[in-house]
């Protein structure tokens, strides 16, 4: 392909949002350590709890992740080799953990005889896998 065509085209990669994985939502403030000194004292209200820290009434359990507006999910462009690298990347994995998954039937059904033999210690070396 291309080098000077390819450099004009990004991709658009979304992930999960690493600051709410992914919920879109946030504890509310003082709702952590609430549960927290209620795990320890059951009887604790969250009016009451609340209250004596300033608030007129308790405040939302939940907010909005401000980082991915209450999307779970954020995104960005990639240059189009970046994606292409990181999708062979993915598929490699896939394959290696879909080989080491043979290996492992190879070893457990026994079948390490001539026939198979060859097969199992390349696939174990491939892997990364103990021969053993
Ligand atoms: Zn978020």
């Not at 000077?4 to 990004?10: A, E, K």
């Not at 927290?36 to 909005?64: C, I, K, W």
């Not at 189009?80 to 043979?102: D, Y």
Request: glycine letters at 8%; proline letters at 6%; charged letters at 30%.
């Amino acid at each position: 392909m291309n080098q000077i065509l390819l450099d004009n085209y990004q991709v658009r990669k979304t992930y999960e949002c690493p600051s709410c994985g992914g919920f879109g939502v946030l504890p509310g403030p003082d709702w952590e350590s609430f549960r927290m000194e209620r795990s320890v004292d059951e009887n604790l209200e969250a009016t009451d709890y609340f209250r004596a820290r300033g608030y007129e009434s308790p405040p939302p359990e939940e907010v909005r992740c401000d980082r991915c507006q209450g999307e779970g999910i954020l995104s960005e462009f990639v240059p189009f080799q970046e994606a292409i690298q990181a999708w062979r990347h993915q598929r490699r994995v896939r394959l290696l953990n879909l080989l080491s998954g043979v290996a492992t039937v190879l070893q457990e059904a026994g079948l390490d005889d001539e026939d198979f033999k060859p097969l199992l210690t390349a696939l174990l070396r491939l892997v990364g896998g103990d021969e053993s």
